[in-house]
């Protein structure tokens, strides 16, 4: 029986990823994953060339999405795994989401640029290209040009909530998002559910709506979660009875931390997600 291998959460240029499709594709494929959900930040741009690119390779595309939502106040990311990207509900959606995007961008631009910061809205427009702007390509400009010595850094002191150049974004409402990704056929997970810093009460609350509205499970083992980490977010899929994913977010080959496929194992005791996915013939 071949051993497999799941990622269900990584990013090309499509979204904030460094490699393309085709790349990020072939190097999970040398990693050993045999199943990988392609997820870029509010777009399905990359799914036709990743699933041409794996089936060459012989590996399982998963068609996914990694979307902003909006709940009480804070951004949540959801994945959206097994979606047919061209649901109208879900393409409707996605030109809200990316017009937000383009919105948030001329107004980060336009903060950095009061700080004395030139030239940025030309130099993330042309570095995300084709694919969706995002923070990062405003920390790696600013880390570019010497503003800040890491990528962390520029998002500490410019880019994270509560400092100069982060702009408040009124993203599609979580019920919105879930019922696109229930539109398109797909399975609703939230992503990285510790990295909201939420209280045990408001994690609670939130994981009773998001299952409410129809989503259906949580990641648990994400790329640089420690013991600790898993065991929390087992207890947050255990107890309100959602599937668990397991998704390394990966971005890019330069950070030596996180690698496509390279994920602690699932613990027992929680239906994994992809129990849910069709099976192949
Ligand atoms: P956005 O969806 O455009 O707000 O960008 C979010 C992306 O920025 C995330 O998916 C991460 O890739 C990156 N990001 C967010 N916060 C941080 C952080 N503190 N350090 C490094 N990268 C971050
Ligand atoms: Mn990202
Ligand atoms: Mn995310
Ligand atoms: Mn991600």
């Not at 509010?42 to 690119?53: C, I, K």
């Not at 089936?55 to 959206?80: D, F, K, W």
């Not at 903060?111 to 809205?121: A, D, P």
């Not at 602690?264 to 997600?273: F, H, I, N, T």
Request: aromatic share 8%; with cysteine.
């Amino acid at each position: 029986m071949m051993l497999e291998k799941y990622d269900f959460h990584c990013h090309s240029t499509a979204s904030d990823g460094a490699l393309s499709p085709t790349e990020l594709v072939r190097r999970a494929h040398q990693q050993g994953v045999t199943t990988l959900a392609l997820t870029d930040h509010d777009t399905t741009a990359g799914l036709p060339e990743a699933t041409q690119t794996a089936a060459e390779c012989g590996m399982r595309l998963i068609p996914g999405i990694e979307l902003s939502a909006t709940y009480a106040n804070q951004c949540l990311h959801i994945v959206g795994l097994n979606i047919d990207a061209a649901n109208p509900l879900l393409v409707e959606g996605l030109v809200k989401q990316q017009s937000l995007r383009d919105q948030r961008a001329i107004k980060i631009a336009e903060k950095l640029e009061k700080k004395g910061i030139q030239g940025v809205y030309q130099a993330v427009t042309k570095a995300a290209g084709n694919g969706e702007i995002t923070r990062s390509h405003f920390a790696d400009f600013l880390l570019a040009q010497g503003h800040v010595s890491t990528q962390q850094e520029a998002f500490d002191r410019y880019l994270s909530k509560g400092k100069p150049a982060f702009v408040a974004t009124q993203w599609a409402a979580l019920e919105d998002v879930i019922s696109w990704i229930r539109a398109a056929g797909g399975i609703a997970v939230l992503a990285h559910p510790l990295r909201y810093n939420l209280s045990h009460k408001w994690m609670n609350r939130a994981l009773i709506d998001f299952k409410q509205f129809g989503g259906q499970g949580v990641e648990v083992v994400t790329g640089r979660a420690s013991v600790d980490d898993i065991r929390l977010s087992w207890q947050l899929a255990h107890k309100h009875q959602l599937y668990a994913s397991v998704g390394s977010d990966f971005h890019t080959p330069e950070n030596q931390w996180v690698e496509l496929g390279r994920l602690a194992a699932l613990p027992d005791g929680v239906q994994p997600v992809w129990s849910l996915l069709p099976t192949l013939q």
